[in-house]
């Protein structure tokens, strides 16, 4: 079946630094790649939709100077948390979907990037 | 605004129990709705519904969509400790290619 990749799957780092998270498809091309964050006992929320080649769209309320997002080639995407702050910690999901399917197709998720900031 | 809202929120179960979650939306053309259950890391397809009143079902598990009265509901019977987890649903829009997710309902099943 489809498998997204997504690494790191774990970051602790102090205040200020800036956090580069990949997403990759493994064996399928995905135009569109969905970036969410989950904080503890709640549901998914849509940061921003990648597309390849384009700038990503970002949902209200997301600084896109804040969280850059690269979607450079069909197989991978990038988030970068610039100078992360306690407060960006969370858990940081994206998904993909497969090119070759109509966006009737459920989304593939990667295991996720649990993101701590001292 | 789109919106998805999951009951209960949380459910305490013991093993062997049936349970059945519950999905209602409220969305601008409706394409599709979907069940996904999320363990320890990334939440995992369950199943994908897109036409009222047909079943669908895998071991334990089934679901099924109303779309006259918009909601959806996830059944487990004999529920196992594996079992455990939260159950997402999501709603897909006609037009986009977001999915707007629920707040989910958190399932433990005690031994």
């Known amino acids: 079946g489809a498998v997204v990749s997504q690494h790191p799957s774990r970051v602790i780092c102090k205040s200020g630094t800036s956090v580069k998270i990949e997403c990759r498809s493994l064996d399928f091309q995905a135009t569109t790649m969905f ?3 989950q904080f503890p006992k709640q549901s998914l929320m849509l940061m921003a939709t990648s597309n390849e080649g384009s700038k990503a ?36 999901i994206c998904s993909a979907r497969d090119r070759s399917g109509t966006v009737h197709q459920p989304q593939h998720f990667g295991d996720g990037t649990r993101l701590s900031i001292l | 605004e789109d919106k998805v809202v999951q009951s209960p929120l949380s459910l305490v179960v013991h ?34 519904l897109t036409s009222s009143g047909i079943e669908k079902k895998s071991g334990r598990l089934s679901s099924i969509l109303d779309k006259k009265e918009l909601f959806s509901i996830l059944n487990i019977t004999a529920t196992q400790t594996g079992d455990s987890a939260i ?25």
Request: aromatic share 16%.
């Open chain 1, 35 to 37: 970036w969410y964050r």
């Open chain 2, 87 to 111: 159950y997402l649903c999501a709603v897909v829009p006609l037009y986009g290619q977001n999915f707007v997710f629920g707040p989910g309902t958190r399932l433990s099943v005690l031994p």
């Open chain 1, 57 to 92: 769209t970002y949902e209200q309320g997301v600084e896109k100077d804040k969280f850059l997002i690269n979607h450079a080639s069909l197989t991978l995407s990038t988030l970068t948390v610039t100078s992360a702050h306690p407060e960006d910690s969370s858990f940081y």
């Open chain 2, 15 to 48: 093993e062997g129990d049936t349970v059945t979650l519950n999905c209602s939306y409220e969305v601008t053309n409706f394409r599709s709705l979907l069940w996904y259950k999320q363990e320890k890391k990334a939440p995992t397809f369950l199943f994908m």
